[in-house]
């Protein structure tokens, strides 16, 4: 098996952050640490980069307790983590904010897909309304590249314009980060492997084997992108700088999101999607 070098990984993230300024003097970052790897990985290297750069700023690690259903495992391995980075560790829970996840399960639609709706809209919304000015997120290469193909392939081409490792805040959308931007999340997995740094398999929801066989498609999207970087081992890095270039032409074209008429959130429609799941369970 293929040797990993956590340096050569350590610099591209490194590189990442400083070149695209992901992180600045008086910024207020909230990273979303969902106890998994790639967010582990994330929130490591914004706390290095600060501490090694002595950039002014608030770094915070934040965490959505979903619910009953999700081991307490999840949030314990999350505030491990926060507590490994040397950064405070805020969380909020689903049932404080009346949104009963059991109720939710039993709509329609699929529960990871409410779940997931539930997930930004409180990641956007919580942070901001505690100062936050970005939000780290552990989404990598893979996740852009997949999400480029079926944007493409689903004539979705406007929404390409927000693929970039620093997307700008609008309005009441705080900005996002993404340090990970040019790295794979096998090789998330095999950093925190290195650096034993914990962190929960993928499987601790009992919903996964419904999110599996939706994302079944989405399975074989990422296998095929690490198939490729094993024989083009660029393949990621040479993707994403043309998905950069490509966003920034397009990122002109986005248009302002309006106001939920009943929570005031950002939304591309009249109601945002997280108000119409309150209103199926009420
Ligand atoms: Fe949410 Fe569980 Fe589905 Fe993940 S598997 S999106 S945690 S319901
Ligand atoms: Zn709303």
Request: charged share 30%; proline share 5%.
């Amino acid at each position: 098996m293929e040797k990993f070098d956590t340096e050569i990984y350590s610099k591209k993230v490194l590189k990442t952050i400083r070149k695209y300024r992901l992180v600045e003097n008086g910024d207020k970052i909230f990273i979303g640490l969902s106890g998994g790897k790639d967010s582990a990985s994330a929130g490591y290297f914004i706390s290095k980069y600060v501490k090694e750069n002595n950039v002014k700023c608030d770094i915070i690690g934040f965490h959505i307790i979903l619910g009953d259903f999700i081991p307490k495992d999840v949030e314990k391995t999350a505030r491990k983590q926060a507590e490994i980075f040397g950064i405070p560790f805020k969380t909020i829970e689903l049932k404080n904010l009346g949104i009963d996840m059991e109720k939710i399960s039993k709509l329609p639609r699929p529960v990871c897909s409410s779940c997931g709706t539930i997930k930004r809209y409180l990641m956007n919304k919580i942070p901001r309304e505690m100062g936050g000015n970005k939000l780290c997120t552990g989404h990598h290469a893979d996740d852009f590249i997949v999400f480029f193909f079926k944007n493409i392939l689903g004539g979705n081409i406007s929404w390409i314009s927000k693929f970039t490792p620093l997307l700008p805040g609008r309005n009441k959308s705080i900005a996002r980060i993404r340090p990970l931007f040019f790295v794979g999340g096998n090789e998330n997995k095999k950093f925190c492997d290195a650096l034993k740094i914990p962190y929960i398999e993928e499987n601790a929801c009992p919903y996964i084997s419904i999110k599996k066989r939706i994302d079944k498609r989405r399975e074989k999207w990422y296998e095929t992108v690490e198939s490729i970087s094993r024989w083009q081992p660029n393949f990621r890095y040479q993707m994403m700088n043309g998905i950069i270039s490509l966003s920034s032409h397009l990122y002109s074209n986005l248009t302002e999101p309006k106001e939920c008429k009943i929570c005031g959130e950002p939304t591309d429609g009249e109601i945002c999607a997280f108000c119409k799941i309150l209103k199926e369970i009420k």
